[in-house]
């Protein structure tokens, strides 16, 4: 056989060329050495092309290869570009799914949404600012500093340990609920009840509203009842509890050396004897509330409500109403829930007189304790870091509620320079002109009709004429924020001092005396769980909307500064700009007239409809989101064409190269809709019908993101 390898022994020198021993060398043939090393070679390209190659997954074919491109390395885009990144998927390809490939990362890694995210955002920025804001006390101040004071106080109570007991006890003193003088009888509930509702705009456990013009009081279950009884059904208190508020309890407060003398006198229950009053009577009454109402509404009259609660006869009733109502004339009752009214009213004779006296204002001190008593709230939520966060987030909710407008103010007056109005007002100006265009593929189905109070083509005989209402349509919250007018609108609020339960008083009297639209924001905004981005006013005798108003949510939609590149603006801020509108046709235009839709009537009128366009019509009348969404994408998509037609460079974000131009568009799009229950559905569904969405990422004909040909795919591209 032939030898493949030679080997040869030689003599072996150490460093010092001292011999020591000897070395059997191994020669390899020239041609093995070579194939080694070639060998070797084409391992390392394999491993650097994989290694290469794995960023390039995300990576979409563009259908514009050698168009110039401009980083875009403002800190809006900076910030964003990191937001996106993290977002995007590595796996899943724009084609197959976009939404996965924008969203894939946030789904797998968070279990918030994007929209949460941005209400958090908004919440931290609105408290930071009145946080820092600098008040004079107590007087002297603007509408703003009102709110700020009033803010400031209420985080105080649990970030400085603050409490507002002492100002509870004087209300509860004023009320009558500390002896002397004692209860007597039911009576004494009525009066003590109607004046907490009058005066300081409580109702603990029933309410007394006047209603038809002061010629009916209804009587029912209070909201602080419901929620009071509620959650002693999940935790009764602990005798700590009632030990730790006792001192509040007391006739005679804690270091008083005052004598208090009454007749008939009573003594102060321990918080034992407390604790078991509790028990009992929550058992009676939560036990009544939280059950389905037995009797359904009672109505009385002079003569007959003397037989609702024994002891408190037509006269009676006329003498307390007229101290607490100052209300002579005839009355009718109305009674709701009147098993549990009836058991509230019916607590002395039940229970005796001074011991309902006592509940009262056990119940009262107790349920103020969990809002306006800073030791009392750390122990509640087992730790100040908890407490804290819970009353941020409690004080920001009563702010909203109750004096949103100047609570927002300073964070809206940030954002909303004049530059960015003037750019806001253009890009309306552009989506107005985008909708007219793309709906004219639809007409004679759809009618011509003006988009609001900005739409700069229908308004101009106001303008000229100087009665365009600036305090009205989408743009509103700014001239709303201004110090003149909000200081006007919050005429009626007292100044606000450092007690945080004093100030919630003041708070909820300036707005019970106030035009509610002008110190707040919708009712429901407060409550909200997801931003409230815009809403709909002006609706006429029709009942057809007129025009929208964008909410302050609208600022913590990321990416967006004047001066940042299209793209952005289209995906993000102006996308909601462009729903709103769309809202508007929809509602001005796609309802039942007569039960006959639009698409009838241009048939029964055998005026010329394409196909495409009665289905789009039918679609819409029929609330099919996915159209609706689809020509608000198509909208944004027309005004960038139109804006890049003049051949601007296309827009790239750094941390994310693969992203171009309309691609960038349809992902800040997109993004929004991040860990939403529909967002998958939002955001791949209208896509998949737009053939320019298609086009952008060269998707081949069979990909899920590229729809056969539609009715809505055929009309949009004859415009688009």
Avoid at 296 to 317: A, C, H, K, M, N
Avoid at 374 to 381: C, D, H, Q, S
Wanted: glycine content about 6%; aromatic content about 10%.
């Amino acid at each position: 056989m032939e030898q493949l390898v030679d080997t040869t022994t030689e003599p072996y020198t150490d460093e010092a060329g001292h011999s020591v021993g000897l070395v059997t060398v191994v020669k390899m043939p020239s041609w093995t050495v070579t194939a080694v090393f070639g060998a070797f070679c084409a391992l390392l390209l394999v491993v650097l092309a994989v290694y290469c190659g794995i960023p390039l997954l995300d990576a979409p074919v563009t259908t514009e290869p050698q168009r110039q491109t401009a980083v875009c390395k403002s800190a809006p885009c900076a910030q964003f570009a990191i937001a996106l990144r993290a977002s995007l998927s590595r796996r899943i390809r724009p084609c197959d799914d976009f939404y996965g490939h924008v969203c894939g990362s946030w789904d797998a890694k968070r279990t918030d949404t994007v929209q949460v995210a941005l209400l958090q955002r908004m919440f931290h920025a609105v408290n930071d600012l009145n946080r820092k804001a600098t008040v004079a006390v107590p007087s002297s101040q603007t509408a703003v500093q009102k709110v700020a004071m009033a803010f400031q106080a209420c985080e105080d109570l649990v970030a400085k340990n603050h409490s507002s007991m002492d100002a509870v006890r004087r209300m509860l003193m004023e009320a009558g609920l500390f002896s002397p003088p004692v209860w007597t009888g039911p009576h004494d509930v009525v009066n003590t009840s109607c004046f907490l509702e009058t005066r300081w705009h409580m109702a603990p456990l029933i309410t007394f509203k006047l209603e038809r013009e002061d010629s009916l009081l209804a009587l029912a279950p209070s909201m602080w009842a419901k929620k009071h009884f509620a959650r002693r059904s999940r935790r009764m208190p602990l005798e700590s509890d009632f030990n730790a508020l006792h001192g509040f309890f007391a006739s005679r407060p804690p270091g008083s050396h005052a004598v208090v003398e009454s007749e008939p006198s009573t003594a102060d229950m321990t918080s034992a004897e407390l604790r078991s009053l509790d028990n009992r009577v929550t058992l009676e009454l939560g036990g009544e509330l939280l059950q389905p109402a037995k009797e359904g509404r009672l109505l009385f009259d002079y003569s007959t409500i003397g037989s609702f609660v024994p002891e408190i006869d037509g006269q009676v009733w006329r003498l307390l109403l007229h101290g607490c109502l100052d209300h002579t004339g005839p009355l009718v009752y109305s009674v709701y829930h009147p098993a549990f009214v009836r058991k509230v009213l019916s607590l002395p004779a039940r229970i005796g007189a001074p011991a309902a006296q006592q509940y009262l204002r056990w119940y009262i001190i107790e349920t103020l304790a969990a809002n306006y008593h800073g030791p009392w709230m750390v122990e509640v939520a087992g730790g100040q870091e908890r407490a804290l966060l819970n009353q941020q987030f409690k004080c920001h909710r009563i702010l909203l509620k109750y004096a949103g407008r100047a609570f927002v103010a300073p964070y809206i007056r940030n954002f909303f320079t004049k530059t960015v109005e003037w750019d806001l007002k253009m890009l309306h100006r552009d989506l107005t002109d985008a909708y007219e265009y793309l709906l004219q593929a639809l007409r004679p189905l759809v009618p011509t009709f003006s988009f609001g109070a900005y739409d700069e083509r229908h308004d101009r005989d106001n303008r000229r004429n100087g009665t365009t209402k600036m305090h009205r349509g989408p743009f509103e919250i700014v001239t709303k924020s201004s110090d003149a007018y909000l200081n006007e609108a919050y005429q009626n609020f007292s100044d606000m001092s450092a007690d945080s339960f004093e100030n919630w008083l003041r708070l909820k009297a300036g707005f019970g005396h106030s035009d509610r639209d002008k110190v707040s924001f919708p009712q429901v905004y407060p409550k909200r769980l997801a931003p409230m981005f815009f809403d709909f006013v002006e609706k006429g005798d029709d009942g057809v909307v007129k025009d929208f108003r964008l909410l302050p949510d609208i600022i913590a939609v990321p990416f967006y500064h004047a001066e940042a590149p299209l793209v952005f603006k289209l995906g993000g801020l102006a996308s909601l700009i462009s729903s709103a509108l769309l809202a508007l046709v929809l509602d001005k235009g796609f309802v039942d007239r007569g039960n006959v839709s639009w698409a009838g009537q241009a048939a029964g009128q055998n005026r010329p409809v394409g196909e495409c366009a009665r289905r789009i019509v039918q679609a819409l009348e029929q609330e099919s989101e996915a159209t609706a969404r689809l020509l608000e994408v198509a909208a944004l998509h027309h005004v960038l064409k139109t804006q890049e037609a003049g051949g601007d460079p296309a827009v790239v974000l750094a941390d994310v190269p693969q992203l171009v131009g309309t691609q960038l568009q349809y992902a800040v799009w997109c993004y929004l809709q991040c860990g939403e229950v529909r967002g998958r559905h939002r955001c791949n569904a209208p896509l998949r019908e737009l053939p320019s969405f298609a086009d952008a990422f060269a998707c081949p004909a069979d990909a899920p993101m590229r729809k056969a040909i539609t009715c809505a795919g055929t009309v949009l591209a004859e415009r688009l």
